[in-house]
């Protein structure tokens, strides 16, 4: 599918971004950010970039400048993709474009967050991205409608270290999902939309691996009282190997089961 990346330059472009949150996410009026929000970051230093498939709009990416101290990035609040285009390599052509932007201007690290039990978004921002986290927060956004409502607005924060060895090397080629390596750190049962989390440990290895839902959205329909436990077990199992020095960089594969893995920073 062709189509092009380009910054926001008008009010309608604005405006359509508006419309591509409620596409994308259902929100409700209350949790979609306003245009004039876009407006703002645009003149302070931030990016608001359009995918178009002809004239329409069918996906953004929206960063804002980001300081702590003497340290300079840039936070990437949201990226979305039309429902109808998604799978056509438009939220990876967006997230280049992002990475391209900030290098062009100096800007050393992007970060954002996501949801971690959502695993297609894992894949792309470990596995396509070469992003990776140490950092998680419980009910971050406390988001109620839409996509994420009925659970915590949980989020793993990722960092993506623009123009280094790891992510350029994802670029053109991004390798496919690796099988898990090391130690389980959790133990399930069932599959698929029954799959359940049983128990939780911390072993003493470099490398460790955590199962999660390959496909948390099924299970919210069928039972939202184990899609909680689901949450409610990830918080704990990533707080606590992060806690312990871990880092999630990637999400691996084994049959139709998923799994984050988990290194300490020197195993890579």
Known sequence: MAFTIREARSLEDFLAIEELQIAAWNFSERETVPHAS????????????LALVGERPVGFVYGLAACEGEKRWQHSHMLAVHPDFRGSGIAPALKWFQHDWAQARGIPRITWTFDPLLTR?????????GAWSKTYYPNFYGIRTGLYAGLPADRLYVEWEVGSTRVLGRRHSPPPPPAPKGQPLNRTSGE?????P??????????????VPRDIEAIKRSDMELAK???????EAFQMAFARGYRAVDLAQRGERVFYQLVLPNAG
Not at 198 to 211: M, N, R, S, W
């Open 38 to 49: 876009f407006v703002v970051a645009q003149h302070t230093g931030g990016l608001v970039a």
């Open 121 to 129: 978004n894992a894949r792309l921002n470990f596995g396509k991205l």
């Open 192 to 196: 698929g939309a029954r799959l359940r």
């Open 198 to 211: 049983e128990a939780l440990d911390l072993p003493q290895d470099e490398a460790v691996y955590l199962e």
């Open 229 to 235: 436990a689901w949450r409610m077990h990830t918080r």
